[in-house]
Antibody, heavy 118, light 105 residues
Framework: QVQLVESGGGLVKPGGSLRLSCAAS????????MTWIRQTPVKGLEWVSY????????YYADSVKGRFTISRYSAKNSLYLQMNRLRVEDTAVYFC???????????WGQGTLVTVSS | DIQMTQSPSTLSASVGDRVTITCRAS??????LAWYQQKPGKAPKLLIY???TLESGVPSRFSGSGSGTEFTLTVSSLHPDDFATYYC????????FGQGTKVEI
């Protein structure tokens, strides 16, 4: 069955960096777009970034553009999110998710908490 | 950006009740709409996509309808396991989510 397992969250100071990883299994990783979505109690669910199966199409939400970088390594069935110049407002649970062939998000990981605080 | 507005924000119900949640888009999204269920501390789970297509394995008491800007999620008879928060999401133009509807006892 499809499994997505995130890691790499934690506490970081404003201006710092963090790299999230997502290990995928149970499907042909390179056949699917993948995405990062974050959730906070105040702003709810917010799409962050997505990447095509071949990594030739990448998009970012305006709120993270220029600071975050999404990537994937098919040999390891892994998705990454490099987060630089972190801000307090980036504090959230970050979910790795698979995009179904119709565009809907069909599987989510369990999430990893990122806390940006001094 | 397309804004998604759900109503109500909270819904009090009992086991066996029929419940309906509404989601409105700020502009037409055709039928590019999904519904998710989320329980505390867990990831969202896909229930319905393309406005009315039931995801595999999801009980048939869940149904979705609508097109354009107005959509509904209906649970025909609430089970104890259905008390959760429900989100709509448009995927016509990027992805945006509604603010959620908490279904509570």
């Amino acid at each position: 069955q499809v499994q997505l397992v995130e890691s790499g969250g934690g506490l970081v100071k404003p201006g710092g960096s963090l790299r999230l990883s997502c290990a995928a299994s149970g499907f042909t990783f390179s056949d699917y777009y993948m995405t990062w979505i974050r959730q906070t109690p105040v702003k709810g669910l917010e799409w962050v970034s997505y990447i095509s199966g071949t990594a030739d199409t990448i998009y970012y939400a305006d709120s993270v553009k220029g600071r975050f970088t999404i990537s994937r390594y098919s040999a390891k069935n892994s998705l990454y999110l490099q987060m630089n110049r972190l801000r307090v407002e980036d504090t959230a649970v970050y979910f790795c998710a698979r995009v179904g062939h119709g565009g809907q998000i069909d599987y989510w990981g369990q999430g990893t908490l990122v806390t940006v605080s001094s | 950006d397309i804004q998604m507005t759900q109503s109500p924000s909270t819904l009090s119900a009992s086991v066996g009740d029929r419940v309906t949640i509404t989601c409105r888009a700020s502009q037409s999204i055709n039928t590019w709409l999904a519904w998710y269920q989320q329980k505390p501390g867990k990831a969202p789970k896909l229930l319905i996509y393309k406005a009315s297509t039931l995801e595999s394995g999801v009980p048939s008491r869940f149904s979705g309808s609508g097109s354009g800007t107005e959509f509904t999620l209906t649970v025909s008879s609430l089970h104890p396991d259905d008390f959760a928060t429900y989100y709509c999401q448009q995927y016509n133009n990027w992805w945006t989510f509604g603010q959620g509807t908490k279904v509570e006892i």
